[in-house]
């Protein structure tokens, strides 16, 4: 797949089979993450943690659920069934919010491309690192390093039900 077909094919995945994501696959995805472009070359800034423990998974997607019930009044279910999830963390601290924020946005879009290319589908998250950051017990268990929160998660896995990806467009005016 070539990366014009890699960005046209990817989509939000919400739904995922138990297969387990390769070991090689996952490996390659972190690479993508490592090779992103970042503001004032600030790699220390950033921090990549791993999930595949079921029991914090769970946790995690009950406690998504749940905030999104309070919040918006809407019941939704969280729980994708993805077994292995991906937060990305930073710290501002030495960067201007933005760049630490866009940095994180990067990051986490060459993985997803990477994951895509690879056969292995996604979904950004924006909501499960908010319950994590107001969780010192996750936050402890997930290993943030101190001065870090998380800003983005990513599920991995592969789709129930082949979709085809959405078509989208933003403004654009030319001067
Ligand atoms: C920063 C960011 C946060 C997001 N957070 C969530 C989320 O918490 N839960 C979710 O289901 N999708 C989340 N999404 C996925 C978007 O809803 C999705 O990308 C958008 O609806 C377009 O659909 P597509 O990705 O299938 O093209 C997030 C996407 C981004 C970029």
Redo the contacts with the bound molecule.
């Keep these: 797949m070539n990366t014009q077909e890699a960005i046209a094919k990817?989509?939000?995945t919400?739904s995922y089979t138990s297969a387990p994501v390769p070991e090689e696959a996952l490996t390659a995805i972190l690479q993508a993450g490592f090779a992103a472009p970042v503001a004032m070359a600030r790699y220390d800034s950033l921090h990549i943690t791993v999930l595949q423990n079921e029991d914090t998974i769970k946790r995690i997607n009950d406690a998504t659920s749940e905030m999104f019930s309070r919040r918006m009044g809407v019941k939704r279910n969280?729980d994708f069934g993805a077994r292995t999830l991906l937060f990305v963390s930073t710290t501002t601290e030495g960067l201007l919010p933005e760049m630490a924020y866009a940095n994180v946005?990067i990051v986490v879009e060459n993985m997803v491309i990477s994951a895509t290319d690879l056969g292995i589908d996604t979904?950004?998250?924006?909501?499960?690192p908010r319950i994590i950051v107001e969780d010192e017990t996750l936050m402890e268990e997930l290993g943030i390093p101190a001065g870090m929160k998380p800003v983005?998660g990513i599920c991995l896995g592969y789709a129930t039900t082949e979709e085809p990806?959405?078509t989208?467009s933003i403004t654009v005016n030319r001067v």
């Design positions: 990817r989509k939000s919400r969280m946005g979904v950004i998250l924006g909501g499960a983005l990806p959405k989208h």
